[in-house]
């Protein structure tokens, strides 16, 4: 701070001086405020919404002899007859409680009583007339060896001709780890976010001697027999008409340079929820111009300049993102709270919109935004110019408001075409797979683990999108990758539920009946 003595005669001068160290005082406050909200605050940007209950994980084999050996003892402790079986998948509602997931099983556990206990003290026989049924998730889950014997024949006559019974070979040309389990190890991994390290100690405590370098060679090794079906994800995608894209950063421990370097995973994601991740090993823009060179149709993005030469005449349309602006806006109001929240409220109101057009066609959705959200951000937009003559020139709020405005003609492009979204947050929550492994598994070991990471993330986020169990896709496409016949496309998780995903349930259910009737 300048002394009294040292101060400006001319009152000009002071005024500027006022505004300067104003601005600066707001810069420091500002500053202040958002690391306090950065290390105690909450990352959320929900503002009194409820959070979604988090979904049912899907179980993988079943194994029924323990539920019936469970069952034919307490059967023997109460003296009840205990019948188990596999019943048909029924919509039910019990009491308040939520309905169970169609897609699991459900084994049924019948309990009567013997008809030495059907005698009424009155000496009438009791008759059923009903049931009472209670219905809890259970899950039994075990490792087991998987012994393949193929038999081999031979003529007696010559002692030639010595004939092998065929059968599929290794996933993993002498590997120890079958199909499901690399199912396993790629959901625990990707899905779950769990370090080798971690899926190693796990194991362990199996009994099962794992060790981490076995599991990351075993998930090298499916990145590379898959990798044909992740391309095709990723032709699909930059053959759409609208793309989603964003990127995050992550550690690599040991790059090619020698030392640690910080790379990134991008993701690029199509409407129906084709995703395909790429890792390059910087956050230079030849990244995303070299998947997305030549791209003629929508492109959701950040206003991150890498992208720029792709909007150019005769290229890709920019889409902005309404979600960006709303966080410049935040940020903004722990220094100038009553304007800030004036423009968050009015962006509410879009999303809003967003919400009833959820289930609308797209024609349904562009007519639905023009009649409602088009004068909202009219008058949203003639705030901004109002509001931008009252506040600090190089203030938190101002720098918001030149972000929206220079953004604007891409921010409204959505309302012409129900096709684009009002953000990009499907590309950005399609990355915080990877944001959440970075605080379990830290870093890739090396700069190839990050291309491992994205082929077998875009079939596994690929997968959920499609609503297919990510390990039961993996273990039979794993299973299939040997069939004669069979492309890549016809694999990849949406055409996998088309195909194969009812014939795979159906031989499980098949299975269960049968154990449950032994």
Known sequence: ????????????????????????????????????????????????????????????????????????????????????????????????????????????????????????ACGGTLKEFGEETSRELERVETTIVHEIARKKYS????????????????????????????????????????PYF???????????????????????????????????LRQGVVGSGVIFTDDTPVTVARSNDGGPREGRVWVYRDREGHHWYDFTPTRKRDGPLGVLKGYKGFIHADAYAGYDQLFLPDGATEVACWAHVRRK?????????????????????????????????DEERRALRQEKAQPLVEAFRAWLDLTNT??????????????????WKALTRYLDDGRLSISNNVAENALRPFALGTKNWLFFQREGGGKV???????????????VNPRDYFRDVLLRLSEPGLK???????AWK???????????????RKIAGA
Request: aromatic share 4%.
């Open 1 to 120: 701070m300048q002394c009294t003595h040292d101060l400006p005669a001319d009152i000009e001068a002071l005024q500027r001086l006022v505004v300067t160290q104003r601005e600066a005082i707001a810069r420091l406050e500002h500053n202040n405020r958002l690391l306090v909200q950065m290390v105690f605050g909450r990352s959320s940007e929900r503002r009194a919404i409820p959070a979604d209950p988090p979904p049912v994980s899907s179980q993988g084999h079943l194994f029924v002899q323990e539920i019936a050996a469970e069952a034919a003892r307490l059967a023997a402790v109460h003296g009840v007859v205990a019948t188990v079986s596999v019943a048909a998948h029924e919509r039910q509602r019990h009491g308040r409680r939520r309905d169970f997931p169609e897609h699991l099983p459900v084994v049924r556990t019948v309990c009567e009583l013997e008809d030495d206990q059907r005698q009424c």
């Open 155 to 194: 003529c007696p006559a010559c002692g030639e001709g010595v004939v092998t019974a065929p059968w599929r070979g290794r996933v993993i040309e002498k590997g120890l780890l079958g199909p499901g389990f690399l199912a396993h190890v790629i959901t625990e991994r990707f899905g779950h976010h769990m």
């Open 198 to 232: 971690r899926l190693e100690s796990k194991y362990k405590s199996e009994g099962l001697d794992l060790s981490r370098s076995v599991l990351c060679e075993s998930m090298t090794r499916c990145s590379e027999l898959l990798e044909p079906i992740a391309d095709v």
């Open 329 to 361: 806006f935040v940020d903004a109001e722990a220094t100038e709270g009553e304007l800030a929240r004036q423009a968050i409220d009015q962006i509410r109101q879009l999303f809003m919109i967003e919400r009833e057009a959820a289930d609308l066609s």
């Open 390 to 407: 009252r506040v600090l020139p190089k203030g938190p709020l101002a720098k918001a408001i030149t972000y929206t405005t220079n953004q």
């Open 453 to 467: 990471a994205s082929i077998l993330m875009s079939l596994l986020m690929t997968a959920r999108a499609a609503d």
């Open 488 to 494: 890549a496309a016809d694999l990849t998780p949406h």
């Open 498 to 512: 088309v195909r194969f995903e009812p014939e795979v349930l159906a031989r499980r259910n098949e299975i269960l």
